[in-house]
């Protein structure tokens, strides 16, 4: 009894700090930048089938769902990411998925050249310069290294960066002690000040 009764405690515990570290990687290099024109930039992840993968198929969802529904007019979504070994780019097959599966009609564009995070970054700024807000879409640890990312490149465009819709409580539930791991990891190269969190 007392075996298993530790057992579910170190789960339940494991389980809410992978819920809190993603919670806090979410609001971290976040404003409240306001104005009606905004960028979501969506993340593209490796993908050598010739359709999106699970993972862009759910970048793709926390994407349009980051949209603001006051600014959807002037909301362009922005999908980066290279050519994978299907030879399609992860950007199209992230942008076939918006079109055909969810729908998405607004207005979309594709960076379809880089292979890291570094160069998804710097390949899209010619394409937020303009914008008012910025929101970067990946899972939390990913899109802070973006944003980190983009402090380092443009600090002015840093300014604009404000939270997308890519945490919610409880979803990835079970997969986010993993995914805290693979984010201290991912995030080991940033600075103190790149992690601040903004509540």
Known sequence: ?????????AGTAALAWGEWLNWRWSRALVGNSGGAAEAVVVLGYRNPQATANFINRWRVRAGIRSVAADSARVTRVIFSG???SSGAAEAQLMADYAKSVLAFDGTVLLEDQSGTTWENITNVIPLIEDVDRIKIVSQPAHALKARAYLRRQRP???ERLVRADDYRPGEWMIAKPLLALHGLWTLRGLKGDERKTSL
């Open 156 to 158: 002015d465009l840093a």
């Open 82 to 84: 290279g050519a994978t």
């Open 1 to 9: 009894m007392r075996r298993r009764t530790g057992v579910a405690i």
